[in-house]
């Protein structure tokens, strides 16, 4: 049974920084799956995506966050990492990890095959 855990939300003041992790169980993220994401959802309002990273370990990011964020994973580990810096009170949202095993889109989260619980990350100005 594929499961995707995700841990290191916390509270901030803006421009700090905060590393989330997301363990995944069942699977190895670098044979099974094509792609990995993290996305976000604030309250009323779409998810929408951060960031993803393709097997081949190529990433795209979406601009608000662009240049701020950086995702990676490790594969011995079987760990999607997301580092976020500079944070701003519009970063506040439930991230979730996801994975999908045929493609890897930022713009379609609702596509991917699993998905974690979601971690809260909260920025206050």
């Known amino acids: 049974q594929v499961q995707l855990v995700e841990s290191g939300g916390g509270s901030v003041q803006a421009g700090g920084s905060l590393g989330l992790s997301c363990a995944a169980f069942?699977?190895?993220?670098?044979?099974?799956?094509?792609?990995l994401g993290w996305f976000r959802q604030a309250p009323g309002k779409e998810r929408e995506g951060a960031g993803t990273i393709r097997r081949s370990g190529s990433t795209t990011y979406a601009d608000s966050v662009k240049g701020r964020f950086t995702i990676s994973r490790d594969n011995a580990k079987n760990i999607l990492y997301l580092q976020m810096n500079n944070l701003q009170p519009e970063d506040t949202a439930m991230y979730y990890c996801?994975?999908?095993?045929?493609?890897?889109?930022?713009?379609?989260?609702?596509?991917?095959?699993?998905r974690g619980q979601g971690t809260q990350v909260t920025v206050s100005s």
């Open positions: 069942g699977h190895t993220y670098s044979s099974y799956y094509m792609g």
């Open positions: 996801a994975a999908d095993t045929s493609s890897c889109s930022l713009d379609y989260p609702e596509r991917y095959d699993y």
